[in-house]
């Protein structure tokens, strides 16, 4: 008998290298009990409401497929809160698409949208996902670097931008830097992609962390934002995958074409508790993680030349002098402390990822350990 052909991989898969984030989580489960600052994702639980709300979708048979583009319940309540924050009136200029999470919404905008040879501009360092997206599409991802302080240069993405370019990603608050834009900022990145009429993906995942300021989205300076909001971080429901997004109507029906023949829908019991998690009042967890960014500011503070992150729940501190990041993660780790080095976020490695999403115990037995490495 004939041998069975090697099962042989398509080539599109080659454009994805999860080398750098597998070497952590391998790495982490072989350390007994680490002070873990890797993971990006709360600590807290989802609120109980919440839980008992997808109980009840469960016994009472929630547990079918949804319309593709999301319950009507839900997307007409995503809808009031996002037309109050926004101001819209016309529900058709801003279809809501329930998706499998901000990843999902990624994947389908990065799908329908970009095609061979497009440019997407990103910044430096970003969320590993968005360049690894970009190249399956076989786009190009353009990053702007955005070191020291971690904003973004409204004349570096002009400089940027060349005839291929299709889509701005945007980040704020931002992973892996806590970063948030100021309203200047913004603005002036609003100019650039008006002249060159961009289409602006603005990720708002961790919209609810931030700290100093009032949050303000890119999409009420911009009106071409496909916006993308989740409930992962919000809600602590990381892996109940849901979240939602909206746009360009004809980019949203083209995402819901899509979102039919590969997702089908958002997971139904997540989609039914939203309907709570929309009213549950999540300040006091806000409160509490604004209090874990300052302890990290000022224990570190002490040591490392960090500059403080206005939200998310990230510091992306600088290695000490003369060792490059890596080198200060695996030393890090010899005393139990996991972070995650730069260079898998960045094209530099110079700078490692503390998640603070722990306990404040953890959190401050944690921080005085990196100190005492330097
Ligand atoms: N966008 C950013 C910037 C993230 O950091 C993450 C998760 O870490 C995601 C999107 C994915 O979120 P979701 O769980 O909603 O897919």
């Known amino acids: 008998m004939q041998q ?84 819209w009136t016309n529900p058709g200029d801003h279809p809501i698409l329930v998706t499998c999470g901000v990843s999902g919404a990624l994947l389908l905008a990065i799908k329908v949208l970009v095609n061979p040879g497009d440019e997407v501009i990103m910044p430096d360092p970003h969320f590993v996902m968005y360049r690894h997206l970009v190249n399956f599409a076989d786009g190009v991802p353009v990053c702007i670097d955005t070191y020291p302080d971690f904003h973004l240069d409204a004349q570096k993405i002009a400089d940027a931008i060349t005839p291929r370019t299709k889509i701005l990603l945007l980040n704020s608050p931002a992973n892996p830097t806590g970063a948030v834009y100021s309203r200047q900022e913004m603005e002036d990145i609003a100019e650039v992609a008006r002249n060159h009429e961009l289409l602006v993906i603005s990720d708002e995942v961790y919209n609810i962390f931030c700290y100093d300021e009032p949050y303000l989205s890119f999409a009420h300076l911009y009106d071409h934002t496909l916006l993308m909001r989740g409930f992962s971080k919000t809600y602590a429901m990381t892996g109940w995958r849901i979240g939602w997004c909206t746009g360009p109507p004809n980019v949203i029906d083209k995402m ?36 874990k960014r300052d302890m990290v500011c000022e224990i570190l ?20 002098k003369g060792m490059d990041a890596t080198d200060f993660v695996y030393k890090a780790i010899e005393h139990q402390v996991l972070v995650i080095p730069g260079n898998v976020f960045s094209s530099r490695d110079t700078h490692f990822r503390i998640s603070y999403a722990t306990t404040d115990e953890k959190l401050f037995l944690g921080l005085r350990i990196l100190c005492d490495l330097v």
């Not at 989609?271 to 509490?288: C, G, H, P, S």
């Open 256 to 291: 819901t074409m899509l979102q039919q023949y590969s997702f089908v829908c958002a997971p139904s019991v997540a989609q039914a508790a939203i309907l709570t998690a929309l009213k549950t009042d999540m300040t006091q967890y806000v409160n509490a993680y604004r209090k």
């Open 301 to 320: 503070g002490e040591k490392f030349d960090l500059v403080k992150p206005g939200g998310a729940f990230y510091a992306f501190v600088p290695a000490p």
């Open 4 to 87: 069975r052909k090697k099962f042989v991989i398509a080539n599109r898969m080659d454009t994805i290298d999860a080398s750098g984030v597998r070497k952590m989580f391998d790495l982490a489960v072989t350390m007994d009990n680490p002070i873990n600052f890797s993971i990006g994702q709360p600590d807290f639980d989802v609120p109980d409401p919440i839980k008992e709300a997808a109980k009840a979708a469960i016994s009472g048979g929630m547990n079918k497929y949804t319309q593709t583009q999301g319950m009507p319940e839900l997307r007409e309540a995503i809808w009031k809160q996002a037309s109050a924050e926004f101001g």
